[in-house]
């Protein structure tokens, strides 16, 4: 086999390999043949069965363990092609000499070819296909059906309306214009005819190729009733696709000489004018990495992996495929089983994922979904975003308001920006909602301006900042709001009643700011930002507000408006001053812009840094700036004063190996005013008596049941420190300044508890907060990026307390002896106006459970959900109501029902 070759036949098999061997057979037997690959798709066959081929080296064997339909199946058995041409056979077929290499001349000898058809014999000998034509009501008629073979007729490379796909080639380009085979069309019918239209939209021609000639020996996969059906169901879906295109074929023939039709049928096929050309974009999914390709190819090691695949569930899944599907696609009701339900949401790339990785126990919650962001947010924003007639009651409810919130917009830009001026002024005219004005820059001499009387244009002048001109130009007042918009970005249809909305609810709002998204140049709205809560610690870590921020007037003026020596991070400097003088600072999970795909939505570090710098020497003497862990992150160090003591308190029962590791670990830090207290919880084994009857620092005992809230308060009530750390005993420390880092927050003032990042063994983060009401009543966090910021919860594996905080509170809940305890303690903290922290910067190990298991009982639960609500009523104030889980992000998407006209 080349090492790329010219074409990849793909081969579909379902059960039965006899009917396959005859076509590997002729196949091989070909002379002088093209270089190509043969890739033969286990199209629902057990594994057992594919290996029979095993022995053949020149296959590519890709397993699939359900039934995809011709369609589906194709498509997948092309993701492993590598081939400039994609050749589908059917596997009840015999090629004759020749026949690969005629549809490939054809393929690239003709202009704008993009499928060729192969001339279908019967095993009678007669002709059954050469070429076939396409009527108006979407019947079809096969080209020399039953006639004699070598008639000149059927002798000559010509245009067709669509040729079978049991002997059709693809070309690469056109395959990946037209994304496939629709694989609406299950199991079989019409995909092939739609295949050869969808190319057609796209520029491409359908050539009948006389020399690629085979034998199709035929026969019917569905029984006759079921195949009638299909056939029906599936022509009415072709009618409804492609009902306007078939009014340029002719109308079926009704009586008279059905040749002579036929015949002026394809002269018309061959004169009817392609359509414009269409740009190529690949549709379909990218060829899976190398090491996939391989895993999947059908040697002997791919073959003992495979046959060591769960048997039951292998079974299920084609049993449920088989029997369920293919009678629901036709119309039958019947009930989904799991693995139907698997392969729909997952795909068969996730089923083979599943397939071949051990069995994992059922967990509560979602976890991250496989479904696409963008197929995800298509759909959370047809539930969530008001339709038309929404929009009209919100606006109508606007209107009735006795005093509307006044927005006013300021849009700087650079030379040449006009074009992406007018597109943001154009999304702004769009909005429903009556109540805003707009100051953007134009070019003098850059021709007449739209007239629209909210709209104040002003020069650009060379040498004056667009801040001061701008706010000159709008004349904002007295309680409006003012934002900054870069040019190109466009306001959402609702995203100006949202936040009127929201801040008519709430008047003391000095500052507001809402999600975003992107926008292609074709207008089409993808990946969503879901930004952060307000959280000043983040601030001084990252810029994330991409979206529209809004600021009251008198916020802005006493922040200082956006001044030219911070430049190009003037945005970001103004919010840092604004952040010292914001009252009821809110952010608005609404998706209210659109930024240009592709554009920077956050300045990189080193832009900001010097804003920053300047922000924090002017504020607290000593701290400094440094570079942040994560690309794009600053970490403001503090280094408050002279060292304040700190009570480590460790509980722990028997494993003295665990407490050993973590009592050594603690040697490195270097904050030198430390005391530990060890708190034992009945320990039996001797080796841990006598280790803890050696220990250097102070042991309390804790005699009776296991109760981790009750350990924990009996450390705490013991220790004088004005600041705690909770600390488990299967941790190990991995920065030595990780008490600086955990202190230089917890002094802030109105810090009540700090946590630390948690990884495992071998670095992957477990904890970096904790967020509550995502898919569980509570979870750890791994955002992807590493900066101080608040958040919901701390883990208590490794908690510093404020002793003022702890006490304030009452410690943790000893009626909450295993689970939720720390998270219960959290959300105390946050309702007696407590902040709780994370910093990165404090990093340690956990292995989590290794000291009591992973417990979670249900009393703990019950007891947690009568105090701070059900889970799906939980919400996280920083993650926002539509973040089902964080990392990778996945949507909350509400249940299907009527649209409500909400933002």
Partial sequence: MAETPVASVIILVMDEVDRLVSCLESLVALPEAPPHEIVVVGNGTPVETLAALAHRESLVVVPCPVNLGFAGGCNWGARFARGRHLVFLNDDTEVEAGWLQALVDVAQGEPRVGAVGSRLLAADGSLQEAGSVLWRDAGTHQVGRGLAPGSPAYDRVREVDYCSGCGLLVTREAWDAVGGFDERYFPAYHEDVDLCLALRAHGFRTVYAPGARLVHHGGASLPDDLRTRVAIRNGRRFIAKWGDALRDFDPPPAGGDLDAVVAAAILRAERRPLPPSQPVAAARPPLPPATELEALQVQSRALRAAQSLSDDLLNQVRRDHVRLESLRRVGARVPGGRAVRLWRREGAAGVLRRLRSPRQPPHRGTGPSRVPLDVQYRRWRSRTEPDGRGLRQLADEARSGRAPVSIVLLIPSQPGDEGAVRATLRSLQDQPYEWWRAAAYVDPGAGATPADGRVTWTPRQPGVHWGPSLLDAARPERGEYVAVIAPGSRVTRHGLLAVAEALRKAPDCDLIYTDWDEIDAGGRRHTPHLVYGWSPELLLGRDQMGGLVLQRLDL???????????????TYAQL??????????????AVALSRPAGSAHELPAASRRPCLEAWVSSRYPGAQVETGREPGVTDVRFYPG????????????????????????????THPRRRVVVVDNDSGEGKTLEYL?????????HPGAFNFSAIVNRGVAATTAPFVVLLNNDTVVRTPGWLEAMLEWCGRPGVGAVGARLVFGDGRVQHEGIGIGIGRVAANLDLGWSAVRACSAVTAACMMVRREAWDAVGGFDEGLPVAFNDVDFCLRLWRAGWRVVMTPLAELQHDEGSSR??????????RFRIRWGEEDRLRDAFLGPHVAWPRPLTLRIPPRSSRRPRS
């Fill in 693 to 701: 009857s050696q220990l250097p620092h102070r042991v309390l005992t």
């Fill in 576 to 589: 840092l001053r604004a952040s010292e003088h914001v009252r009821d600072p809110r952010r608005l999970p």
């Fill in 556 to 570: 802005v003026e006493r922040a200082g408006g956006w001044r030219e020596g911070d430049a190009p991070a003037e």
């Fill in 853 to 862: 298991g992973n417990l979670a009982p249900e009393d703990d639960y019950r």
């Fill in 642 to 669: 002279p060292p304040q003591e700190v009570d480590i308190v460790i509980p722990t029962r028997d494993r003295h190996e665990l407490l050993r590791r973590c009592l050594d670990s603690l040697e490195v830090s």
